[in-house]
Structures are given as structure tokens and as C-alpha cells.
């Protein structure tokens, strides 16, 4: 069994700062790329950042030059810190993990139940 748990969420006033966190736990064998995605209010969910093995990233354009995604794989974990934040911001966040679980022979994809960003203008 393989979860995924998001922290770090929040209500911060535009221009503030939030770090989330997730962290990987179970039965892992190794993590492949791993991710932040969010979906607001009447929106689809949407790539926020992806960081994969050996550290090379990717940014939706709304967020390159605020949001900095990073990983300790030592503790299973991935960050996302998300400066200047904007009204449009507010979603909730989800984690996402692609992992080879120690019972299975295949990589899945992995989900946190997510953390709720809120930026007040």
C-alpha cells in the first residue's frame, strides 16, 4: 500500500509565500517523477510542476518564475514553494507520484487526497 500526504496548505494575502510538502510512504520500490497539480472551483485539474529522477523540471507557464518544485529522495518528499502568490492561485493542490510499488511489476500513478491554497487579495 502506497500514500501520498499533502501539508503545508493554507490562506496567505497575495504576494506572501507557502511551502507544501508531500511525502511518499509504503511499500516503494523506487519514484519516478513527481508532481503538483491543482484544481479550482469550476476548473479542470491542472500540471503545476513536475520534477523528475535526476531533477530536470517543468512548469505551467502561470507559475515559472514563482513556484520552484523540488524532491528529497531520501525521504520520499517533494516541495513546492510558491512565491508571490496571486488570487488566482487558490485551488486545492494534489500531489502526484509515479512509483513501482514493491507488490506490483509496474509503475503507478499515485494521488494525495490534496491541501487547499487559499490567496486573499
Known amino acids: 500500500q502506497v500514500q501520498l500526504v499533502e501539508s503545508g496548505g493554507g490562506l496567505v494575502q497575495a504576494g506572501g509565500s507557502l511551502r507544501l510538502s508531500c511525502v511518499a510512504s509504503?511499500?516503494?520500490?523506487?519514484?519516478?517523477?513527481m508532481g503538483w497539480y491543482r484544481q479550482a472551483p469550476g476548473n479542470q485539474r491542472e500540471l503545476v510542476a513536475v520534477i523528475r529522477r535526476g531533477g530536470r523540471t517543468n512548469y505551467a507557464d502561470s507559475v515559472k518564475g514563482r513556484f520552484t518544485i523540488s524532491r528529497d529522495d531520501a525521504r520520499n518528499t517533494v516541495y513546492l514553494q510558491m512565491n508571490s502568490l496571486k488570487p488566482e492561485d487558490t485551488a486545492v493542490y494534489y500531489c502526484?507520484?509515479?512509483?513501482?510499488?514493491?507488490?506490483?511489476?509496474?509503475?503507478?500513478?499515485?494521488w494525495g487526497k490534496g491541501t487547499l491554497v487559499t490567496v486573499s487579495s
Open positions: 509504503g511499500s516503494i520500490f523506487s519514484i519516478n517523477a
Open positions: 502526484n507520484a509515479d512509483i513501482l510499488a514493491t507488490s506490483v511489476y509496474s509503475n503507478m500513478d499515485y
